[in-house]
């Protein structure tokens, strides 16, 4: 069974530090994914990763950054949280031809 | 890109009756449509998918409907029971292409009252 394993439930930090979420998956696939998800704006993709060192904006990538040093680990980061940053956070991995595998998701606070 | 809307946001049925959830989607060259459910406080889990090259797939009480011509398919689900409550999101992607970047509609949150 594939595992996407989000290191936090929830996060609160302050206006103006440095957060990095981090995405661990256990199935050797090549894409990952970030999305954040708001209340009636459904999923919205941040970056995501096709290999290692790669990576590709997505529809919202202002204010963030992603790191995929290894295959299996993808991290965002909020180079400087700011209150609007404030959502919940998913990970997601796939191979070539299987739907996505979600994380349980980061529930990041910003005050 | 694709553009993915979903209707509607909200959806309240009686226990045993049906419930149906549409999306659209603006590429023509997207050829996979999957669903997710997002039950509360948990993550997003597929239910269902489609392909382009089916108009219709079936699994116990939910199938999915595709109409590849007006560019919309539908989320069917029958005989509702309150664990169906929760939020599903229909997505849309070229598969494999385009690194299966899924393209997600806002989602509708079903409250199925027993």
């Known amino acids: 069974d594939v595992k996407v394993t989000q290191s936090s439930r929830y996060l609160v930090k302050r206006t103006g530090e440095k957060v990095f979420l981090e995405c661990v998956q256990d199935?050797?696939?090549?894409?990952m994914f970030w999305y954040r998800q708001d209340p009636g704006l459904g999923l919205r993709l941040i970056y995501f990763s096709y290999d290692v060192k790669m990576k590709e904006k997505g529809d919202i990538p202002e204010g963030y950054s992603v790191s995929r040093e290894k295959k299996e680990r993808f991290s965002l980061i909020l180079e400087s949280a700011s209150t609007n940053q404030t959502s919940m956070y998913l990970c997601?991995?796939?191979?070539?031809?299987?739907?996505?595998?979600f994380g349980s998701g980061t529930r990041l606070t910003v005050v | 890109g694709e553009n993915v809307e979903q209707h509607p946001s909200t959806l309240s049925v009686q226990e045993g009756d049906s419930a149906v959830i549409k999306c659209t989607y603006s590429d023509s060259a997207s050829n996979y449509f999957p669903w997710y459910k997002q039950e509360l406080g948990k993550r997003p889990q597929l239910i269902i998918d489609?392909?382009?090259?089916?108009g219709e797939k079936k699994d116990q009480r939910i199938a999915v409907t595709l109409n590849k011509t007006a560019k919309h398919f539908s989320l069917h689900i029958t005989e509702t029971q309150p664990e169906d409550s929760a939020v599903y999101f229909c997505?849309?992607?070229?598969?494999?292409?385009?690194?299966?970047?899924?393209?997600f509609g806002s989602g509708t949150k079903l409250n199925v009252k027993p």
């Open positions: 997505a849309a992607t070229q598969n494999p292409y385009n690194f299966n970047k899924f393209y």
């Open positions: 489609i392909r382009s090259n089916v």
């Open positions: 997601a991995s796939n191979g070539q031809n299987y739907g996505y595998t």
């Open positions: 199935m050797d696939h090549e894409n």
